[in-house]
């Protein structure tokens, strides 16, 4: 348990804080998993964009690694790309 006035602070924000970053992730993943159940490829490239989007604010915002980001999108080009 925090005992003084700043850990108190400091424990509230991080329970604000996580929730936004479970917020953003899991849109994230449901727009991933959306774009891959799509059967029609050019509409899956039209939305690649915004996901692509996504997945760097959450590396932006160090959700997730740069590395993992940049993992993420190449996986998820090559099997877009796979289907076409």
Known sequence: MANTKNAKKAARKAVKRR????????TTRNAIKTILNLEDNGEQKEKLANVISLIDKLAKRNIIHKNKAANIKSKLMKKILKAA
């Open 19 to 26: 929730l936004y970053n479970r917020y953003h992730a899991k």
